[in-house]
């Protein structure tokens, strides 16, 4: 690859890259209001049931990354967003 090509192809992964926690972030937001509604209704902030089907969706939309890094990388969201409610 050569030095532009692979100049290109940085640019275009830190793109990526910003696109990304734009989008973790926006679920961030999300996730916040379902936690103020869980907690108006008095329902635990964790749904284990949910956060393991959220991971197993992903490791089976994964097409070029391994399915157990795309698990862990949604189980990686998850945990940001929680933190986010429960340490923000």
Do not use: N
């Amino acid at each position: 690859m050569t030095d532009r090509l692979l100049a290109a192809a940085r640019r275009q992964i830190d793109a990526l890259d910003a696109e990304i926690v734009r989008l973790v972030d926006r679920r961030a937001l999300l996730a916040k209001e379902i936690a103020e509604a869980k907690a108006r209704a008095g329902v635990p902030l964790v749904d284990a049931a949910r956060e393991d089907a959220i991971a197993a969706r992903a490791g089976e939309a994964a097409r070029v990354i391994p399915r157990g890094a795309a698990a862990a990388l949604l189980r990686a969201v998850i945990a940001a967003c929680r933190s986010s409610i429960t340490d923000g």
